[in-house]
């Protein structure tokens, strides 16, 4: 697919980290799947992929963690 962000490269099924911050937290989940941008390297996650990441990244806030790193696990 065409990348929306760049709108000049195409994406690529592949794996990323994904760092998300919220206050004081951070949580770091790598090998993550995703369609990755061969141009700009932006990535894009599938709406099941998104909702798993979010989720267990929620998990983490709640137990106020400060820093995690994670392996996404299909």
Do not use: N, W
């Not at 998104?50 to 137990?63: K, P, T, W």
Request: proline fraction near 3%; charged fraction near 30%.
């Amino acid at each position: 697919m065409k990348c929306a962000l760049c709108k000049t490269g195409q994406t690529h099924p592949g794996k990323t980290t994904v760092t998300l911050q919220r206050g004081d937290s951070v949580v770091v989940i790598r090998d993550v799947p995703a369609e990755i941008c061969e141009d700009c390297g932006e990535y894009f996650l599938d709406e099941l992929t998104a909702r798993r990441v979010y989720a267990d990244a929620e998990q983490s806030f709640a137990r106020r963690v400060e820093v995690e790193i994670q392996r996404f696990a299909a």
